[in-house]
């Protein structure tokens, strides 16, 4: 395969999650391989340089729409480093979509992740109120200002809905984008009922980089990991604990909103059994993961990938997870793990006693799970996806005459 010159975008969260492990992920990958990769990042922590004047405030709005500011430096970027392909990895909301028209104008192909929903709900999770909704896919997005769905405040999410109905009607999401990557079937079938060009759109899913390594020990504790949040059936967790009919430790990795809540909780229902370890390194995190007899996932959203899925397939772990989106199709039930219905604490608990009497079938299922990461999940497999994604895509924007040439 030809190296290639390719500019990586990526906009980071206030606070970090698995699309800025993805992005750095896919960074080391492609510079492992010989490519010639620049980056382009913005930080939404940049908000807090900005003063608290109503005027700040509406200028930050009008950038979360157009910036033309990121526009011009991009165009910049683009005529002087002329890069064969541009790779989004997400642009809400400082770098803004601006930057899509700068590439459509000098002829640079891009290739768009689907880390999440954003383009189809202002919320970026099709959640609302404990439980799953698709009302701005049957309504439209301005569904959600009614709901205050974006941080719970109907002018921020008017912000929102307003970029993605302005760069419908510009036509960004149809035109200037040529490859969509999402991560699952699950998701791409989403995108495509809601309009999106099925032939844009692969499907590529996240990766362990670096393999952490098969388990050669079971220790006798469950564990979770990620973001103590609603929509990760962070509470669902902690009431299926106690319904428990046996004892079995529970080790919690992750901070979010919901912790004093459920650590109150905890000691309430269950002291001597959860364990709340707040964040850790990804070399404790792995270790906890390899000794864990297995892995809950119990997210009442959909999910994009969740990386927790991944890591317990890559250490050979099996895992417990909602019936649900993306997990449903990634964990096969009674093969890499259990399944449990949605939001369900009483099912949760079934499964996860079943689970507990039932330990060789679930380290059967372990080795079934390492044996899914090799076959999909593997740094090097993931590579060959993606260019063969960038080579469809090169081919496919080659006919293109560009409004500016370079």
Same mark, same amino acid.
């Given at each position: 395969m030809r190296t290639m010159k390719i500019v990586l975008v990526h906009n980071s969260y206030q606070q970090g999650g698995g699309e800025d492990v993805v992005f750095a992920q896919e960074r080391r990958n492609l510079e492992r391989a010989g490519h010639?990769?620049?980056?382009? $990042?913005?930080?939404?922590?940049?908000?807090?340089?900005?003063?608290?004047?109503?005027?700040d405030r509406i200028a930050l709005a009008k950038n979360t729409i157009w910036s033309s500011n990121t526009r011009r430096e991009f165009e910049a970027l683009l005529a002087?480093?002329?890069?064969?392909?541009?790779?989004? $990895?997400?642009?809400?909301?400082?770098?803004?979509?601006?930057?899509?028209?700068?590439? +459509?104008?000098?002829?640079?192909?891009?290739?768009?992740?689907? $880390?999440?929903?954003?383009?189809?709900?202002?919320?970026?999770?099709?959640?609302?109120?404990?439980?799953?909704?698709?009302?701005?896919?049957t309504s439209g997005v301005w569904s959600s200002v009614r709901?205050?769905?974006? +941080?719970?405040?109907?002018?921020?999410?008017?912000?929102?809905?307003?970029?993605?109905?302005?760069?419908?009607?510009?036509?960004?999401?149809?035109?200037?984008?040529?490859?969509y990557i999402a991560l699952t079937n699950f998701s791409r079938d989403k995108f495509i009922s809601a309009g999106l060009n099925p032939n844009k759109i692969a499907v590529k899913p996240n990766f362990v980089d670096p393999d952490p390594g098969e388990r050669?020990?079971?220790?006798?504790?469950?564990?979770?990991?990620?973001?103590?949040?609603? &929509?990760?059936?962070?509470?669902?967790?902690?009431?299926?604990?106690?319904?428990?009919?046996?004892r079995c430790p529970l080790h919690v990795v992750g901070d979010g909103p919901l912790r004093a809540t459920l650590e109150s909780k905890a000691q309430e229902y269950a002291a001597s059994r959860i364990n709340f370890r707040g964040r850790l390194s990804r070399e404790e995190t792995m270790a906890l993961v390899k000794g864990a007899r297995f892995v809950v996932v119990?997210?009442?959203?959909?999910?994009?990938?969740?990386?927790?899925?991944?890591?317990?397939?890559?250490?050979g772990t099996p895992l417990i997870c909602s019936r649900l989106g993306a997990m449903k199709e990634i964990v096969a039930d009674h093969a890499t793990g259990l399944?449990?219905?949605?939001?369900?604490?009483?099912?949760?608990? +079934?499964?996860?006693?079943?689970?507990?009497?039932?330990? =060789?079938?679930? &380290?059967?299922?372990? +080795? =079934? =799970?390492?044996? &899914?990461?090799?076959?999909?999940?593997?740094?090097e497999r993931n590579y060959s996806i993606l260019m063969e994604i960038y080579e469809r895509t090169l081919t496919r924007a080659s006919d293109r005459v560009p409004a500016l040439s370079n």
């Open positions: 010639d990769v620049l980056v382009y $990042h913005r930080s939404n922590s940049e908000i807090e340089n900005l003063g608290a004047r109503p005027f002087r480093e002329a890069p064969d392909l541009v790779h989004v $990895h997400n642009t809400f909301f400082m770098i803004s979509p601006s930057i899509y028209s700068a590439c +459509r104008d000098r002829g640079v192909p891009v290739v768009q992740t689907l $880390h999440n929903f954003r383009l189809l709900c202002p919320a970026g999770t099709l959640y609302r109120d404990g439980a799953v909704c698709e009302a701005c896919l709901y205050s769905c974006y +941080r719970e405040s109907r002018a921020a999410t008017a912000t929102v809905a307003l970029m993605l109905a302005t760069h419908t009607l510009l036509g960004t999401w149809r035109h200037s984008i040529d490859t050669t020990n079971v220790g006798d504790y469950a564990l979770y990991t990620g973001r103590l949040s609603e &929509e990760k059936g962070a509470s669902v967790l902690v009431e299926a604990w106690r319904r428990l009919p046996v119990p997210s009442t959203c959909y999910e994009g990938f969740p990386l927790a899925i991944a890591e317990a397939m890559a250490c399944h449990f219905t949605p939001g369900d604490p009483d099912d949760l608990a +079934r499964e996860v006693d079943w689970a507990l009497k039932q330990p =060789a079938d679930m &380290e059967e299922m372990g +080795r =079934a =799970a390492r044996r &899914e990461y090799e076959a999909h999940y593997t740094a």
